[in-house]
């Protein structure tokens, strides 16, 4: 299958910073890409839909001002936590579709980034 | 709209043993169905798939799950169970029109006792 490539893995930051997390499809061009957050013993939340070259689409109750979605180009994605708190560490995963529809339909995901904040 | 619904957040089962987890989905159109794997701190990886055709769908590692729309369901199943097993399963759904906008059931963590 396509990869998609996460960075970094694991990142610890201090409350107040800002903290970047890319997302890169490797072997193919991601039209649509999708950020997702996993709270401990949880399943993953949606937070929100990028398409390139366009404002990302956030679901209700995920705050825009603060995890800021760039997708500048149809390979990569970026995922910012602005102003950290403790309460935003979580484990993040992107994931990246081709934009097959039908029964072609898929999405890949990729290895997640586990971001504590102190 | 679309959810899914995965009944036993933890299921428990000897080495050997048939393993069963259980989803159940709510979709308004035609769904599309997945079952993903986890392991810890980890992303996921796909284990199969159900979009058309038929209804039994064979994964990787020995998994299967049958889509039952009657019963609005898509079981996984795999009839022995090995230790290397053990992790968190996640039901999802989408649809032709979602653009693999997938919504994930809350999971199900599988332990194996040797």
Known sequence: ?118 | AQSVTQLGSHVSVSEGALVLLRCNYSSSVPPYLFWYVQYPNQGLQLLLKYTTGATLVKGINGFEAEFKKSETSFHLTKPSAHMSDAAEYFCAVTSYSSASKIIFGSGTRLSIRP
Not at chain 1, 17 to 37: G, H, N, P
Not at chain 1, 38 to 46: G, I, Y
Not at chain 1, 60 to 88: C, M, R, W, Y
């Open chain 1, 1 to 118: 299958g396509a990869v998609v490539s996460q960075h970094p893995s694991r990142v610890i930051c201090k409350s107040g910073t800002s903290v970047k997390i890319e997302c890169r499809s490797l072997d193919f061009q991601a039209t649509t890409m999708f950020w997702y957050r996993q709270f401990p013993k949880k399943s993953l939340m949606l937070m929100a839909t990028s398409n390139e070259g366009s404002k990302a689409t956030y679901e209700q109750g995920v705050e825009k001002d603060k995890f800021l979605i760039n997708h500048a180009s149809l390979t990569l994605s970026t995922l910012t936590v602005t102003s950290a708190h403790p309460e935003d560490s979580s484990f993040y995963i992107c994931s990246a579709s081709p934009g097959w529809t039908g029964s072609n339909t898929e999405a890949f995901f990729g290895q997640g980034t586990r971001l504590t904040v102190v």
